[in-house]
């Protein structure tokens, strides 16, 4: 990318956040620095950078060179000057030259797309993926008990590769790893594989489940096989 694409942005470093395109993040800004950095950009209309950080200090050894912009969506603003924000995730970018701290970190980032792959096969991994999704989450609402609401995902299979690494419960690193892709037929090939086991994880737990309420309603807690 050409120096002329490169933009200046402000930086939001996050412990155990990775955000992503398309999706919406609720936060809490407390800090005076931040509260000065996001009110511009409400005003301005103006993106700012939210990337992982590593520990609790901010410094480049520690930010993550890989982050997504944001955009202010929603604000309110507190007595205090506190804000409560949603942001929503546009593009991803890579972090070219950190600018200094003054005193938010700032950053000249380069913008990063995903290659460019056959739309058949991406369109094969996002159902499959989906499903994988679906039946996941249904799994998950027989085991807590709780009512879902309708739950539309994505049709795009780029837009769904985003969506699912962002709500699953992984680590951080694996998360990072998935937004650093920039292949969306690799991403849903890693996403089918952690969902795949993640639903053999909860076939398993729901058959605990179901053999506990049998022996309950037999009264017999002794002898779960029965």
């Given at each position: 990318m050409a120096q002329s694409d490169q933009i200046e942005i402000p930086l939001f470093p996050l412990p155990n956040v990775v955000f992503f395109p398309g999706v919406m993040l609720?936060?809490?800004?407390?800090?005076?620095?931040y509260?000065?950095?996001?009110?511009?950009?409400?005003e301005e209309n103006a993106p700012f950078g939210i990337v992982l950080m590593d520990g609790e200090s901010e410094s480049p050894s520690t930010i993550r060179k890989v982050?997504?912009?944001?955009?202010?969506?929603?604000a309110e603003r507190l007595e205090d000057g506190r804000m409560n924000i949603l942001a929503e995730g546009e593009a991803r970018f890579r972090i070219v030259k950190f600018l200094g701290q003054h005193p938010c970190w700032s950053a000249s980032v380069e913008l990063v797309q995903d290659g460019r792959e056959p739309e058949a096969v991406l369109k094969s991994l996002g159902r499959e993926t989906a499903k994988l999704y679906l039946a996941a989450y249904q799994k998950g609402l027989e085991l807590t008990g709780k009512q879902g609401g309708e739950l539309r995902l994505p049709t795009s299979p780029v837009d769904l590769s985003f969506m699912v690494a962002y709500v699953?419960?992984?680590?951080?690193?694996a998360k990072q790893s998935l937004l650093e892709m920039n292949s969306a037929r690799e991403r849903l090939r890693v996403l089918i594989r952690y969902l795949r086991d993640a639903n053999e994880r909860l076939d398993q737990q729901l058959?605990?489940?179901?053999?506990?309420?049998?022996?309950?309603?037999?009264?017999?807690?002794?002898?779960?096989?029965?």
């Open positions: 609720p936060l809490h800004i407390f800090e005076e620095r509260k000065k950095m996001i009110s511009a950009c409400v982050g997504v912009l944001g955009r202010v969506a929603q699953l419960d992984m680590e951080s690193d058959r605990r489940k179901r053999i506990a309420e049998t022996a309950s309603r037999n009264g017999d807690l002794g002898r779960p096989g029965t």
